[in-house]
């Protein structure tokens, strides 16, 4: 649990430093805040208890951490699929994922119904349909 201490407190040239000290028993040290302006009452409090947050934070962080030798992990590859060997129905299905996110793109307002790669996807689905694609919706 960490502990706190208004150390001191100065205005010089019109900044208010506030020094503040922290211990959690292992640990000591000082933290400054400084304003140049009127704060709310709650403004030191704030800015101390945000403190702690962090700091608790960053010990649950460190104990994620485990000690010894450590192996990198590369980011996976993104995989790309070859449409021409997929059978027309995997291929349906995903122009039919296609469409479905450019549909909640529209739903979103972030492009309209009248988006160049919404027509076009949605009439390939039209030209392509076969009523044996039904369970895929």
Known sequence: MWTTEIKSKEITDGLLKVTVGFTDGKQTFTDRYETRSTQDANWLNDNIARRISDLEGVVAFADTIPVGIFTTIKAPVEVVVDETKLTPREKYAKKLEKFEKLTNTIKKGIIND????????????????????????
């Open 114 to 137: 009248t988006d160049v790669d919404f027509i076009a996807t949605k009439k390939w689905l039209s030209d392509n349909w076969n009523i044996n694609y039904f369970d895929l919706f």
